[in-house]
């Protein structure tokens, strides 16, 4: 059957339909943002390479030995162009071209500061968070391949057993309010773009992809730690509520079709 | 004497007039590409928080212990406002904001993301070049308080011997390939920039303050090694002069007044 409309390819968790990959989840929310109809394939991550491979979607990067290339989602495949794209950031691009009566996330000339924003938001928060949630999302992976995978090729990657990677006790409350303070640090980016402009977003009123990059974050603990988790309350109190308005605020680009 | 001109406080090395440090060129260059006169003060290291204290330059961070103020240069004072501002991201936006004629090293709407880009770059490249550039450094700076100073602070800070800081062997071989690597993965920032507006800038066509504040970094590479030393003609070798070109196409706004 041909396809009629935008594919997103997205990594399970064991419970169905839920987006946690903070990775995946910035193209859905570019998707849900510009209104494009799309569909939800799910591959579970050992058959992620074999289904790029097969579709056409370029590798992402190298592996640790610096030659072996490496495929990751999101990829998307758009029946109305035929071109598969991966890479979150390549796809915002590729969409924003292709489609260039939606809303706009690249305001003109920001695109080499968005993706700039991008990576410092990983390196500001993504990095600490890490430890605290992927050994909770491999427990929510499905059983299995998936669980099997992710373990081999994390403990390899940052040579610590799952188990063994969350802080624990005073090691992690004190971790826990690192966190807290790198978002404290980003959040002095926003009162710069408020003070300028007004808005709520990096580059004014409306969100841009760094933004979305963010939230994506957000969804990853939200997902990840659960929404009924200490963790994630206790994100939504930080500095009075301000991530939990900043994350209602774009709520309503997080449907998962 | 009433000050009739701008006063930049910076910090010397032993030899005159060499300006080092990557933050103190940030102001350095903003100050030059807006054409504003100014001179320089040079404050050894140990005597910075007793001028901040006297001409009222508030501190710019906390000490480890969390409380007690860090003073950090550079400072400017400006005698036509009767302000003294500290930071040079701060120093850059008041200059902005009070010589509304000088060209423009912020973009309407880019404060923000300007801001993040600065400390996309100190993630991306400076952390791992302090290794390397910290003990260069050292041995420049005036013989006596300076040094002992700097040895004090940044051995308690990083919890390494000066002498100890440094790669070696095998291992520094290694380290300066991942510095290069570093530039490679910033450079893709700007080769967005390119694509998008053209131009050699992270904004397109005229530099702002992001790019001045990798100009710095780079100037500090200069100075901290040394202009005949092998790290430096290694630099402007990468990328088959990439950087070299970088460099050279704002090295106008490097003039030490």
């Known amino acids: ?12 968790f064991a419970e169905p339909n839920i987006c946690w990959s903070p990775n995946t989840w910035k193209t859905r929310c570019v998707l849900n943002y510009e209104g494009l109809a799309y569909r939800t394939e799910w591959i579970e991550y050992p058959d992620i390479e074999a ?9 992402t990067g190298v592996k640790d030995d610096g030659t072996t290339p490496e495929y990751t989602l999101p990829v998307i495949h758009d029946p109305f ?59 929510k992976l499905p059983l299995g391949k998936s669980q099997e995978y992710f373990r081999r090729t994390r403990e390899a990657l940052y040579n610590v057993k799952i188990e063994e990677w969350a802080p624990t006790g005073e090691d992690r409350v004190q971790k826990w309010k690192g966190v807290e303070m790198d978002l404290v640090l980003l959040d002095k980016h926003y009162k710069l773009a408020k003070e300028e402009v007004g808005g709520d977003f990096i580059y004014g009123v409306d969100p841009t992809f ?8 957000f969804q990853w ?32 680009y997080t449907l998962i079709v």
């Open 210 to 217: 760094g933004d979305f990059a963010l939230a994506s974050i």
């Open 81 to 139: 162009t035929g071109q598969t794209i991966s890479d979150s950031f390549d796809i915002a691009i590729y969409l924003h071209n292709t489609y260039p009566d939606t809303p706009r996330l690249f305001p003109p000339g920001t695109r080499a500061l968005q993706s700039a924003f991008v990576q410092y938001v990983n390196f500001r928060v993504q990095t600490r968070l890490g430890q605290f949630l992927r050994p909770a999302v491999f427990h």
């Open 51 to 59: 289904l790029c491979i097969k579709i056409g979607a370029a590798p």
């Open 1 to 12: 059957m041909a396809e009629s409309t935008i594919v997103l390819y997205d990594i399970p």
């Open 221 to 252: 603990c939200k997902q990840g730690f659960g929404v009924e988790s200490k963790e994630w309350m206790n994100i939504l109190t930080w500095q009075n509520g301000r991530w939990r308005k900043f994350i209602e605020s774009l709520d309503r």
